[in-house]
């Protein structure tokens, strides 16, 4: 299972940016797949994840009302669309994919079955 994440850049404060995640074929439709992020000196934290279907979403509490997990099968997508960003928003953020959107907003990212590279977000205040 190959992802690649997008979207990344500079944004100020109250600003929206998009992050995208690319599939390789097979991920879309076998895999539950969520948004990770992590600062430097930090643990890896779960921020989003979504089911198969993109019939279940799990958000972290810090980003509920303010980002929006989605998935275009069809395509082999998956996005977060992050509005409202925040300075405490700021870090490198990673896509994953994994058996059970639920269990990925609880397990330790350690224990998550696929990564892709991670791409920075930079929020100015």
């Known amino acids: 299972v190959q992802l690649q994440a997008s979207g990344g850049g500079l944004v100020q404060a109250g600003g929206s940016l998009r992050l995208s995640c690319a599939a390789s074929?097979?991920?879309?439709?076998?895999?539950?797949m969520g948004w990770f992020r992590q600062v430097p000196g930090r643990e890896r934290e779960f921020v989003a994840a979504?089911?198969?279907?993109?019939?279940?979403?799990y958000y972290a509490d810090s980003v509920k009302g303010r980002f929006t997990i989605s998935r275009d099968n069809a395509k082999n997508m998956m996005y977060l669309q992050m509005n409202n960003l925040k300075p405490e928003d700021m870090a490198v953020y990673y896509c994953?994919?994994?058996?059970?959107?639920?269990?990925?907003?609880?397990?330790?990212?350690?224990?998550?079955?696929?990564w892709g590279q991670g791409t920075l977000v930079t929020v100015s205040s």
């Open positions: 994953a994919a994994d058996l059970s959107a639920r269990e990925m907003s609880t397990m330790s990212s350690d224990s998550i079955r696929f």
């Open positions: 074929s097979r991920t879309g439709a076998s895999y539950s």
């Open positions: 979504i089911s198969v279907t993109g019939t279940l979403t």
